[in-house]
């Protein structure tokens, strides 16, 4: 069986679909999955030895140029190449009417989410199978869950996002060989845990194991938040510019990961790091790591963990 993946965006979105795809390489290993997703979140796609081709679609660049003939010819180009591939049936796991339409492109039958399970309702109507998949548990949960019925097995063992880091990547950083990493960055700023926050409690961590403390950023006011922590922590580095290739890697290796709630959190989960998620204006239930005696996550809507707090909890995961 021949099918096509649907998950466009976002990064945590996309990370989230592991489990699932784990789940069905071990119980349906005949099938020929291929990924249709956002072109700056490929590389989470390419990660998972499962997949075998990844189709790479653009629409947070198209929607803002679509009256431009070059728009269109990108657009017709994908849509072709997806019709060419004569896939048995595509599966729409983001449950949008965006990635909805996009699933028709592949020209096969679609399955998704049903109109009371789906984040938008109208969605159901795109596709010729559906499936209740309850709401309010975490998106990990609901992604096995939509993949088991819809392939016929049933869901058991803890999560395994699956991951196997090309060894290209690993060795092209120069890394330190040992390192925490501050994801201090996130999309909105009630996300920010306060900067005052982040110089306390890596000074404590530097001052337990004296191991130096990587600080990653993606545009320039998060490289300004980055210098700003590094200019008063001697031992903290400013982490070049990397795509999302290297900081894989870059987090594959980390002692350990401290993080407020953004993608690359995420990804140092699915590679199973010690790691803290640092919530403040989001619900680390929904939204969350998976949690471990590696992995917890703390705070909460209105609820920002104390330093003390992180450094203990910090203390904690050192241990297994």
């Known amino acids: 069986m021949k099918t096509l993946l649907v998950r466009l965006s976002s990064m945590g ?24 997703c956002e072109r700056a979140f490929a590389d989470i796609a390419r990660l998972h030895p499962f997949v075998q081709n990844v189709h ?11 009256f431009q003939a070059a728009t269109w010819r990108e657009m017709g180009s994908l849509k072709t190449t997806l019709h060419n591939q004569q896939y048995d049936n595509a599966l729409d796991s983001q449950s949008l009417l965006k990635s909805a339409l ?24 795109f596709y010729a199978q559906t499936f209740a ?44 060989a040992q390192y925490h990493i501050a994801l201090h960055a996130t999309s ?19 001052a337990h194991d004296r191991l130096p403390v990587l600080l ?15 200019d008063r922590l001697p031992f903290a580095h400013v982490c070049p510019k990397l795509n999302l290739a290297q900081a894989a890697s870059l987090l ?19 590679f199973n790091r010690p790691l803290i998620g640092i919530y403040t204006d989001s619900d680390p239930i929904k939204t969350g790591v998976q949690i471990s005696e ?27």
Request: hydrophobic share 45%; proline share 5%.
């Open 252 to 270: 594959a290796h980390a002692q350990s990961v401290i993080g407020v709630d953004t993608g690359l959190l995420h990804l140092a989960n699915a």
């Open 102 to 125: 996009f699933a028709r492109w592949a020209n096969a039958p679609i399955m998704g989410l049903d109109k009371h399970s789906a984040r938008e309702p109208l969605a159901a109507h």
């Open 216 to 230: 990653t950023w993606g545009n320039d006011s998060e490289k300004q938040r980055a210098q700003y922590l590094a």
């Open 188 to 206: 909105r700023d009630s996300k920010l845990w306060a900067n005052e926050n982040w110089l306390a409690l890596l000074a404590q961590i530097h």
């Open 56 to 66: 790479e679609m653009a629409w947070r660049n198209w929607r803002k140029k679509l």
């Open 13 to 36: 979105d996309l990370i989230h679909t592991l489990p699932a795809i784990t789940d069905l390489s071990r119980h349906c290993p005949d099938v020929q999955l291929d990924w249709l």
């Open 133 to 176: 998949v309850p709401k309010g548990e975490d998106a990990v949960w609901r992604n096995r869950q939509l993949f088991a019925q819809a392939f016929g097995y049933a869901v058991d063992g803890a999560p395994d996002f699956g991951l196997a880091l090309p060894p290209a990547i690993s060795g092209s950083l120069n890394l330190p």
């Open 294 to 320: 590696r992995a917890i996550n703390l705070g909460g809507v209105g609820q920002s963990p104390s330093v003390q707090n992180v450094f203990d909890t910090w203390l904690q995961i050192q241990n297994h």
